[in-house]
């Protein structure tokens, strides 16, 4: 289709970084075939947008073969809305255990927007092996106790409703 080329193209070559970004965005509603490998090139982009763009893509369009390099970018990436973007996109991988255990270790630590995006993706997604994380933060009276009760509770996991009752 000559729409999806033309925004592949828009994607790829123009100045404008906000238009990329744009490009970028309206190419995930086509079903163009070249689109995941433009998501893949828009996750390593030095463009936050593109990158914000490129993992929420990966968040609804799971592909396990990107853990490791995902992975790698959670330890140096700062961007205000990149980072939500590439947790929830790790949270939606959930099977490999090192996913699950950097999702634990962030819930920990880190600035409390950060953390709180951890916490949400961790029930979002139902990753039942950091419930004792959610349980210790839930313990803990502050900003994030609401969080950690509403991803217990999204887990569903009736052996903490204890806990929820406590709070």
Same mark, same amino acid.
């Given at each position: 289709?000559?729409?999806?080329?033309?925004?592949?193209?828009?994607?790829?070559?123009?100045? $404008?970084?906000?238009? +990329?970004? +744009?490009?970028?965005?309206?190419?995930?509603?086509?079903?163009?075939? @070249?689109?995941?490998?433009? &998501?893949?090139? %828009?996750?390593?982009?030095? #463009?936050? +947008?593109?990158?914000?763009?490129?993992?929420?893509?990966?968040?609804?369009?799971?592909?396990?073969?990107?853990?490791?390099?995902?992975?790698? %970018?959670? $330890?140096?990436?700062?961007?205000?809305?990149? +980072?939500?973007?590439?947790? @929830? %996109?790790? %949270?939606?991988?959930?099977?490999?255990?090192?996913?699950?255990?950097?999702?634990?270790?962030?819930?920990? @630590?880190?600035?409390?927007?950060?953390?709180?995006?951890?916490?949400?993706? /961790?029930?979002?997604?139902?990753?039942?092996?950091? &419930?004792? @994380?959610?349980?210790?933060?839930?313990?803990?009276?502050?900003?994030?106790?609401?969080?950690?009760?509403?991803? /217990?509770?999204?887990?569903?996991?009736? #052996?903490?409703?204890?806990?929820?009752?406590?709070?």
């Amino acid at each position: 289709c000559s729409s999806d080329l033309a925004l592949l193209q828009a994607v790829t070559d123009h100045a $404008d970084g906000f238009v +990329r970004f +744009r490009a970028l965005t309206l190419l995930t509603g086509y079903s163009d075939p @070249r689109t995941e490998d433009m &998501m893949e090139l %828009a996750i390593a982009s030095p #463009n936050d +947008r593109l990158r914000e763009v490129g993992y929420a893509y990966f968040e609804m369009n799971p592909k396990p073969s990107l853990a490791p390099k995902m992975l790698a %970018a959670l $330890d140096k990436e700062e961007g205000e809305f990149v +980072r939500p973007a590439l947790v @929830r %996109a790790l %949270a939606a991988l959930p099977a490999d255990p090192r996913i699950v255990a950097v999702l634990m270790r962030d819930a920990m @630590r880190g600035l409390d927007y950060f953390r709180s995006t951890v916490i949400e993706a /961790i029930g979002d997604y139902k990753i039942a092996a950091a &419930m004792p @994380r959610l349980v210790e933060i839930a313990k803990v009276e502050g900003p994030l106790q609401d969080d950690a009760a509403t991803a /217990i509770g999204k887990i569903g996991d009736r #052996n903490q409703l204890g806990v929820l009752a406590q709070m």
